[in-house]
């Protein structure tokens, strides 16, 4: 009996192992610019469409020409992986090597610059929507890192507004999402365990607020008119710099050095928390790689040190950490975007390493584990937020949870 029982523990400890939320692994210092391509210029969250390409970017700065691998995941709505075998959701094969790289030309910075799509001859299409992490491993097989992405079935409308909280204390500070969700051809079966959704501001997860349950139900309309559940900071507008030409001075760049690589020296920004909103346009947190010579961004777009400077106010206590947040390094927050306290300068100072481009940025700061977007930008119900919500459904029985719908809107016009 023993020799039975053998067999069969060790199937069933292999299914259950490996089940945890898979986070996205930041990579290291040598991999820079990991962007996802989809519809627009810039990069942005990736969000796609069943059936459209997915494109991966990459530029490894340690001149080696490696060799890279990827792999694909599919997830559930918490991220854990899903229980579909990847014959189901993947046709064709992954564990391939990412063939298409070049090195840079023309640049004092050399990098290999990776480029994965997806179809591709091995990788043919995705054949499920639903959350997805994309990893990228070495020739050693070690990981990289990795990313998330999302692919939605166009199954329902998902109607958005943009309204004022209707909390006084944050009526001048917040935002708040009006959902509506109208499914198309399909009936949603006892929508409160089945229906789940992700509001995300300005393509960032860290602040997504996941899984409001709809209030009630209008014919086959579900309806979500939340105040405190669905309400974001406002925030500030996205400052930003342009340097698509390193040897000169652009918006938003006070002086230019060049030393072993060009170095930009941005103008100081201030502290905005305390001071009166002011339009400003910008594009949300993204960045666009471009350059003056208008030749193939991809390969020759240099890479410049970015230094960034924060002249707090006087009263801020300069013991609080400052980091440089936006998309250019997908939202985290770690060493390599934080500031340095300057005494004799009385100002915040950190430098990063940036392909050239177009780029928004803010600074937030830290306290206890939590990130604060409003401490030095302050919050403002007029900022204009880019928002999309995506709607998930596992039909009772279903064993994964599709995307059935993807909404968007921007707070331009908020109403009371």
């Given at each position: 009996m023993?020799?039975k ?14 089940y945890?939320q ?10 820079k ?7 627009t ?13 997915l494109v991966?970017?990459f530029d490894a700065?340690?001149?080696n020409?490696?060799?890279?691998y990827?792999k ?17 959701y ?10 298409n ?21 091995f ?7 639903g ?6 491993f070495?020739?050693?097989d ?9 692919i939605y ?5 998902v109607?958005?507004?943009l309204?004022?909280?209707r909390d ?7 935002q ?14 006892n ?12 393509n960032n997860l ?27 900071w406002g925030?500030?507008?996205?400052l ?10 652009s ?9 072993d690589?060009?170095h ?20 949300n947190?993204n ?24 002249r707090?106010n ?5 013991n609080?950490?400052v ?8 939202y ?16 915040y ?7 050239q481009?177009?780029?928004n940025y ?6 206890d584990?939590?990130i604060n977007?409003?401490?030095i930008?302050g919050?403002f ?22 995307i059935?719908?993807?909404g ?8 009371n």
């Open positions: 023993s020799i029982f053998i067999p069969v523990f060790i199937l069933f400890f292999s299914i259950n192992i490996g945890g898979l986070n996205e692994v930041t990579p290291p210092d040598f991999i610019t990991v962007n996802f391509k989809g519809s210029p810039e990069t942005q969250l990736p969000v796609l469409r069943l059936g459209d390409p991966l970017e700065l340690n001149g020409e490696d060799d890279y990827y694909i995941q599919h997830c559930n709505f918490d991220w854990t992986p899903s229980i579909l075998a990847k014959t189901e993947l046709d064709g094969f992954d564990n391939q090597r990412i063939r790289y070049e090195n840079s030309y023309n640049t004092l910075q050399i990098y290999s610059h990776y480029k994965l799509t997806v179809p591709n001859q990788t043919r299409r995705l054949k499920k929507s959350n997805y992490v994309i990893s990228i070495d020739s050693y070690e990981l990289v890192f990795s990313r998330k992405f999302m079935e166009d199954r329902a409308d109607g958005l507004s309204k004022r909280s006084i204390q944050y009526i001048e500070e917040k708040r999402v009006d959902i509506i969700i109208a499914p198309r051809g399909m009936q949603l079966n929508p409160m365990q089945t229906v789940k959704t992700l509001v995300v501001q300005n860290n602040t997504a607020i996941s899984n409001l349950k709809p209030q009630y139900t209008v014919g086959n309309q579900l309806i979500y008119k939340y105040d405190i559940e669905s309400s974001f925030g500030n507008e996205y930003y710099f342009e340097n698509k030409d390193v040897r000169a001075a918006n938003g760049v006070q002086r230019i050095e060049l030393q690589l060009y930009n020296y941005l103008f100081t920004n201030i502290q905005r928390s305390n001071r009166p909103y002011t339009y400003n346009p910008d594009i947190g960045y666009l790689i471009t350059n003056i010579n208008n030749v193939d961004v991809s390969i020759e777009s240099d890479y410049v040190w970015i230094h960034f400077s924060l707090p006087p009263d801020f206590d300069t609080t950490s980091f440089v947040y936006g998309n250019f390094n997908n985290v927050i770690n060493e390599s975007n934080k500031m340095t306290y300057d005494p004799s300068g009385r100002v100072r950190a430098s990063i390493l940036l392909k481009g177009f780029y803010k600074y937030v700061t830290l306290d584990d939590t977007e409003g401490a930008g919050n119900y007029q900022t204009e937020n880019n928002y999309k919500v995506l709607v998930y459904y596992r039909d009772l029985g279903g064993r994964y949870d599709k059935i719908g993807l968007e809107a921007s707070s331009v016009n908020i109403s």
